[in-house]
């Protein structure tokens, strides 16, 4: 599935919830995640793809179910916003699948903890992420389309700073840290 994306930093997180729930924004997760990501040793994913392949361990906080999935993210494209292609499966065990991915020599990072809360508002998705304050220790808002209009839209909608708008993935964003 192919995302178009943008986050959107130097948020006031609160600020943001209450413009989306005036909205009539519907809160659809409310999430712990722990992301664990895997690449080569010289970055083949990374250096071929801006990408990677990541098993993620979400709890939802509104019904307690806990998910595991395993996803491989390719960027696209990365102008004004970026362009993704994601192909993901849940999986049911995220040890043996973490030794299936070792033994292709591929190499497990530090696993990195984030909240998240999300809100649909006509066909765009509103995501506030908070990684832990020794990953990324700001919140940003992330805005996921299928169509690029509907990313002019949602900008206008919440009356967000472009300037403040980036394609940046989280990985260029720590580096400027």
């Given at each position: 599935?192919n995302?178009?994306?943008?986050?959107v930093?130097?948020?006031?997180?609160?600020?943001?919830i209450n413009?989306?729930?005036?909205?009539?924004?519907?809160?659809?997760?409310?999430?712990?995640?722990?992301?664990?990501?895997?690449?080569?040793?010289?970055?083949?994913?990374?250096?071929?793809?801006?990408?990677?392949?990541?098993?993620r361990?979400?709890?939802?906080?509104?019904?307690?179910?806990?998910?595991?999935?395993?996803t491989?993210?390719?960027?696209?494209?990365?102008?004004?916003?970026?362009?993704?292609?994601?192909?993901?499966?849940?999986?049911?065990?995220?040890?043996?699948?973490?030794?299936?991915?070792?033994?292709?020599?591929?190499?497990?990072?530090?696993?990195?903890n984030?909240?998240?809360?999300?809100?649909?508002?006509?066909?765009?998705?509103?995501?506030?992420?908070?990684?832990?304050?020794?990953?990324?220790?700001?919140?940003?808002?992330?805005?996921?389309?299928?169509?690029?209009?509907?990313?002019?839209?949602?900008?206008d909608?919440?009356?967000?700073?472009?300037?403040?708008?980036?394609?940046?993935?989280?990985?260029?964003?720590?580096?400027?840290?």
């Amino acid at each position: 599935m192919n995302e178009i994306e943008v986050k959107v930093l130097y948020i006031n997180k609160n600020e943001i919830i209450n413009k989306l729930e005036k909205l009539g924004a519907r809160l659809v997760k409310n999430e712990e995640q722990i992301n664990i990501r895997f690449d080569t040793g010289n970055s083949h994913l990374k250096n071929t793809y801006h990408g990677y392949l990541r098993i993620r361990i979400t709890k939802n906080n509104l019904d307690g179910k806990i998910t595991n999935t395993l996803t491989l993210k390719k960027n696209l494209s990365r102008e004004k916003f970026r362009v993704n292609e994601e192909i993901e499966t849940e999986i049911s065990n995220v040890e043996e699948t973490i030794k299936i991915l070792q033994s292709l020599n591929l190499i497990k990072k530090k696993p990195a903890n984030k909240h998240r809360i999300s809100y649909i508002y006509d066909d765009i998705l509103f995501e506030i992420d908070e990684w832990d304050k020794t990953i990324y220790p700001y919140p940003y808002l992330e805005i996921e389309v299928k169509d690029k209009d509907k990313l002019e839209r949602a900008i206008d909608l919440l009356d967000l700073d472009r300037e403040n708008v980036t394609a940046k993935p989280i990985d260029e964003l720590l580096k400027e840290q």
